[in-house]
């Protein structure tokens, strides 16, 4: 008799994975399908299968994702690129994240600034990605300094579009001043002497000048354009600090609207316009590290957290939030935000009658500086009282007290508190022999009779 195997599909159902209007409706009933069963005698029919139900999962969430994008770009004005002529600001030669085709890995292409958007024209191809003005919300610039690699332009979007079969809301240009990777099977031989090693670090100098200059010139040509709404903002390098706001540590740098770190992919833009409020937890002293939460105006949306912060980065941050007029609190642990928000959106108009914040972290933090304060108050209290009793001892016992004086200061002590390690072990080894023999002397009365090894015969 021949063996089958089975294969068995669940599919999600009404009130079960998934709401009662995502299925057809006929008849007033709802159409749906619960479970396919499948049998076969080879297992490379399940594999086939199993591959089919998968590409087709895929290509669903492709037209879903499509779907949303072309919803949100309905809705706005679908307005074409109106070209700069004769002459417009470009840069060339420039590497485009993320990339446009699923399997490229690298998109190359020119960068042009126009009347009323910015296009990238890529090499090899027909391919044009147009990013209007009115799309953008962030134009950043960072020039390429120490601990970089790479020079940039950054647009942070206002919404997502699609970027070949991809939505992105942040696009970034970029070029390289030295290679981001080296192969290390190469053996090179040198010292830092070395002429050839010193002039190519000077090449290197050199480069990151003049891509840093070529960037630069670029930006103010296109600030010149009188269409042109924005101005590049620059990350301020003494205020950055690093910190974990995704999967990685990445080095956050504040702009005069964002808080950024751009150099790793994928990229972080916090827009600061955005910000209610920004909450410091685990901010303790005694720790190493601690997190950082920006709470968003939209309380629909959940706040964005950093982690693991250095501790000795915290008076540069609360500097910097005190800089931009930027409301912040801080709790000795993490929050559970989902829930506080939930709370916060049954009733907006009652939470900002009774307050706002401040009796979520204001309450609480006076709280825990009373019982600080108690602590200390009893502290306080107790050493005064041993004050006053060692002062009571000190005045009956005037004859005593001046001997231990006269002790402390006995050069014998003086000279022990001096030795070496080597010298205090062999002087408890001496003192361990002498009263092993006081002992032998003074106990047994007189010496111990010899014992007998034993022999072999």
């Known amino acids: 008799?021949?063996?089958?195997?089975?294969?068995?599909?669940?599919?999600?159902?009404?009130?079960?994975?998934?709401?009662?209007?995502?299925?057809?409706?006929?008849?007033?009933?709802?159409?749906?399908?619960?479970?396919?069963?499948?049998?076969?005698?080879?297992?490379?029919?399940?594999?086939?299968?199993?591959?089919?139900?998968?590409?087709?999962?895929?290509?669903?969430?492709?037209?879903?994702?499509?779907?949303?994008?072309?919803?949100?770009?309905?809705?706005?004005?679908?307005?074409?690129?109106?070209?700069?002529?004769?002459?417009?600001?470009?840069?060339?030669?420039?590497?485009?994240?993320?990339?446009?085709?699923?399997?490229?890995?690298?998109?190359?292409?020119?960068?042009?600034?126009?009347?009323?958007?910015?296009?990238?024209?890529?090499?090899?191809?027909?391919?044009?990605?147009?990013?209007?003005?009115?799309?953008?919300?962030?134009?950043?610039?960072?020039?390429?300094?120490?601990?970089?690699l790479i020079v940039l332009i950054h647009f942070?979007?206002?919404?997502?579009?699609?970027?070949?079969?991809?939505?992105?809301?942040?696009?970034?240009?970029?070029?390289?001043?030295?290679?981001?990777?080296?192969?290390?099977?190469?053996?090179?031989?040198?010292?830092?002497?070395?002429?050839?090693?010193?002039?190519?670090?000077?090449?290197?100098?050199?480069?990151?000048?003049?891509?840093?200059?070529?960037?630069?010139?670029?930006?103010?040509?296109v600030e010149r354009i009188?269409?042109?709404?924005?101005?590049?903002?620059?990350?301020?390098?003494?205020?950055?600090?690093?910190?974990?706001?995704?999967?990685?540590?990445?080095?956050?740098?504040?702009?005069?609207?964002?808080?950024?770190?751009?150099?790793?992919?994928?990229p972080f833009c916090l827009s600061l316009s955005e910000v209610d409020i920004v909450v410091f937890e685990r901010a303790i002293m005694t720790l190493r590290e601690f997190d950082i939460v920006f709470v968003k105006r939209d309380y629909e949306q959940l706040p964005v957290r950093i982690t693991t912060i250095p501790t000795g980065n915290m008076d540069t941050i609360k500097r910097w939030l005190g800089d931009i007029q930027a409301v912040w609190y801080s709790c000795s642990m993490n929050m559970q935000w989902a829930m506080v928000l939930k709370e916060v959106n049954k009733d907006t108009g009652d939470f900002i009658e009774n307050g706002g914040w401040d009796p979520w972290f204001v309450g609480n933090a006076a709280s825990d500086s009373g019982e600080e304060d108690d602590d200390e108050s009893d502290f306080d209290a107790s050493g005064a009282n041993d004050g006053d009793d060692s002062d009571a001892g000190d005045d009956s016992d005037d004859d005593f007290s001046a001997e231990p004086d006269e002790e402390s200061s006995d050069p014998a002590s003086e000279e022990e508190s001096g030795m070496s390690w080597d010298e205090l072990e062999k002087e408890a080894e001496r003192a361990d022999r002498k009263r092993d023999v006081d002992k032998g002397d003074g106990g047994g009365g007189g010496k111990q009779p010899p014992r007998k090894s034993a022999r072999k015969r």
């Open 156 to 221: 942070h979007l206002k919404d997502a579009f699609m970027l070949g079969k991809k939505k992105t809301q942040d696009v970034q240009f970029f070029t390289e001043v030295t290679a981001q990777t080296e192969d290390l099977s190469i053996r090179k031989a040198g010292n830092m002497h070395d002429p050839d090693e010193i002039f190519e670090e000077q090449r290197e100098r050199e480069m990151k000048e003049r891509l840093n200059k070529l960037f630069l010139d670029f930006s103010k040509e």
């Open 1 to 148: 008799m021949d063996r089958f195997e089975f294969l068995r599909v669940n599919f999600f159902t009404p009130g079960q994975g998934k709401p009662a209007e995502d299925f057809p409706q006929v008849n007033g009933r709802r159409i749906y399908l619960k479970e396919l069963s499948f049998r076969s005698q080879t297992k490379d029919n399940f594999d086939a299968i199993v591959r089919g139900f998968k590409e087709v999962q895929k290509r669903a969430k492709q037209r879903e994702l499509e779907g949303e994008v072309k919803r949100s770009s309905s809705a706005q004005e679908q307005v074409p690129l109106q070209l700069l002529r004769p002459r417009c600001p470009t840069l060339r030669d420039l590497c485009m994240r993320p990339t446009y085709g699923s399997n490229a890995r690298r998109t190359v292409g020119n960068l042009e600034a126009h009347v009323n958007g910015f296009r990238f024209s890529m090499k090899g191809g027909a391919e044009k990605v147009d990013i209007l003005y009115s799309q953008l919300s962030h134009v950043i610039y960072e020039p390429c300094e120490k601990g970089s």
């Open 226 to 266: 009188s269409t042109f709404p924005h101005a590049f903002d620059m990350p301020f390098k003494p205020l950055s600090f690093s910190g974990v706001p995704s999967k990685a540590v990445v080095t956050l740098t504040p702009c005069k609207g964002a808080l950024v770190a751009l150099q790793e992919w994928p």
